[in-house]
């Protein structure tokens, strides 16, 4: 399944490329500071990497925090296994 999603997205990218490749008209640009005149192919690019970027670091960070959270909680379920055992062969004490 992993296979099949990546190659997906690299077909993806090269199709975006190549209606990029298809668009060379040049755009006037408006941004937060300032203006400028690009290529419309260049400002697609542009605009596709960074959001494929963004995508992957926020992913990632939420990845990374689930994981962590998961060996946090199987390591307090271990120590928790291992007292229940320990209560459960200790004799009772008067």
Known sequence: MKI????????????ALALGTQNQEVVN???????GEFKLSLLLGIV???????????CGMLYLKARMSASMLRKQVNKQRQELDKLRTDPVKE
């Open 29 to 35: 640009f408006n941004y937060l500071l300032a203006q």
């Open 4 to 15: 099949i999603g990546i190659i997906l997205l690299v077909v993806s990218f090269l199709v």
């Open 48 to 58: 596709f990497g960074t959001g494929f970027l963004l995508g992957w670091l926020i």
